[in-house]
């Protein structure tokens, strides 16, 4: 989800409160604080030598505390997402969500809705991947094995 979508749908419904749905269903705290609006950007070279033009997101990092009365109302998140204007350069970014439990996890949004005074704002999943699988030599899944010694010498990764 673009950030300006997001923005559309806190301000639509400004008394509601957002709940983020994790990708399993289950959803983060309804107590968490919105402690930092972020802008990531990443550049990169791949495990092939090929150099990767940057792709910037809007991270938001998610924070559960012991005060599990507090509730963020949509117009508290669009007023902290308008302090984040600072550091974002536009509302055309991805948004990202990190979440600890047990591990520091970041999970696109994949989608949102309103309904019964919540903006359920789903979760989607992250995964890794290679960009560079015919210079790996990977067939499907993971990482071939190196069969000769000419593969060997001019394996690069993995």
């Known amino acids: 989800m673009k950030l300006r979508e997001l923005k559309t749908i806190l301000a639509l419904h400004p008394d509601a409160l957002p709940r983020f749905i994790l990708p399993d269903g289950d959803p983060i705290p309804a107590h968490f604080h919105l402690t930092e609006v972020g802008h990531?950007?990443?550049?990169?070279?791949?495990?092939?030598?090929?150099?990767?033009?940057?792709?910037?997101?809007?991270?938001?990092?998610?924070?559960?505390?012991?005060?599990?009365?507090?509730?963020?109302?949509?117009?508290?998140?669009?007023?902290?997402?308008?302090?984040?204007?600072?550091?974002?350069?536009?509302?055309?970014?991805?948004?990202?969500?990190?979440?600890?439990?047990?591990?520091?996890g970041q999970y696109p949004i994949a989608g949102a809705d309103s309904s019964g005074g919540h903006i359920h704002i789903q979760l989607g999943e992250k995964h890794t991947d290679c960009l560079a699988k015919e210079k790996c030599g990977i067939n499907g899944e993971g990482c071939a094995p190196v069969t000769t010694a000419a593969a060997a010498a001019t394996a690069s990764c993995c």
């Not at 012991?66 to 117009?75: K, N």
């Open 40 to 104: 990531i950007t990443k550049r990169f070279i791949d495990c092939g030598g090929q150099l990767h033009d940057r792709k910037d997101t809007c991270l938001l990092q998610t924070y559960v505390a012991d005060d599990v009365e507090h509730r963020l109302t949509a117009s508290t998140f669009a007023k902290i997402l308008q302090l984040g204007n600072q550091v974002l350069p536009h509302d055309d970014l991805e948004v990202e969500v990190e979440y600890d439990c047990c591990v520091v």
